[in-house]
């Protein structure tokens, strides 16, 4: 497809980096991207009117990514980061097939780093009942290295236990626990956090695996992903500019946006809110 961004030459450089997820996980991108690439403005809109993903269907999945990229687009984003493993899994074929934009999701950045970190070939993933029921991190996997052995295993109860920030707490030392002893029992040695919320629960995910395990940052690959998009888009930033962060959502921000500010060192600012409009059925 011929992106229009790229066609407009320099003023679309400097249009914002469009994010998305279905609540505020997806900050954790928006924090390594920040890190990465400070001199980039970035739009991030959080569907938090329909939060979570993770359990709607796949045909569902996929209409609220269209609505939400949709948004972004009014924006005028030059490029739409799906930064949201459910999304990513489901959606991001039909947001590339339709946007008129470089669209990027989380998955393939994971699953390559995945591949480059394991050891014994043997590798973890977890996430979102409806990333798992996907498999789409076992077919990239394996795309890459079909003698690699993926176990995965949901995670649902981690997203309430950080939406609590309950980040330090014996109780979510033990649903850790609880959740990844069988993979850990089955001898995995990379770990991939495939899902934007897990990343705030990597220091009590490091306590209970310890250096055994490698765990692979979806949001931290993701970002070096768009960088590379950007570049080979001739979209990059110039660096004499200083990036911005605007946050909207499609509901008023409940008690997790303090967490994702503490915990992920964000200056966010006044939150906006944008309503979901629905494309008229023909």
Not at 11 to 23: H, L, N, W, Y
Not at 164 to 189: A, F, H, K, M, N
Not at 245 to 266: I, K, Q
Request: hydrophobic share 45%.
């Amino acid at each position: 497809m011929n992106h229009p961004a790229r066609e407009t030459g320099a003023p679309a450089r400097e249009k914002p980096i469009g994010v998305f997820d279905s609540g505020i996980g997806g900050l954790t991108v928006v924090r390594a991207l920040r890190e990465l690439l400070p001199n980039e403005t970035i739009f991030y809109l959080g569907d938090t009117a329909r939060v979570p993903y993770g359990g709607k269907s796949a045909a569902t999945v996929e209409r609220y990514s269209l609505e939400i990229a949709a948004l972004l687009l009014e924006e005028n984003c030059k490029t739409i980061v799906v930064a949201c493993n459910t999304a990513s899994a489901l959606a991001l074929p039909k947001l590339e097939e339709t946007a008129p934009v470089p669209v990027i999701g989380v998955i393939q950045p994971g699953a390559e780093a995945a591949v480059a970190a394991t050891r014994n070939r043997h590798i973890g993933v977890i996430g979102t009942r409806a990333t798992i029921k996907s498999g789409a991190y076992e077919r990239a996997i394996l795309a890459l290295d079909p003698a690699v052995r993926v176990s995965a295993r949901a995670c649902p109860l981690f997203v309430p236990l950080i939406e609590e920030g309950w980040l330090e707490s014996e109780i979510t030392d033990r649903v850790v626990r609880q959740y990844l002893d069988p993979l850990v029992r089955d001898g995995i040695d990379t770990l991939v956090l495939g899902c934007t919320h897990y990343p705030l629960l990597r220091e009590a995910i490091g306590r209970y695996l310890g250096d055994a395990v490698q765990l692979v940052d979806s949001a931290q690959n993701c970002a070096t992903a768009v960088r590379q998009l950007l570049d080979a888009e001739d979209l990059r930033a110039a660096s004499v500019t200083a990036g911005e962060l605007s946050v909207a959502l499609t509901d008023p921000p409940d008690a997790f946006l303090d967490v994702a500010r503490a915990a992920l060192r964000l200056e966010i600012g006044t939150v906006q809110l944008r309503q979901v409009i629905h494309p008229a059925k023909s």
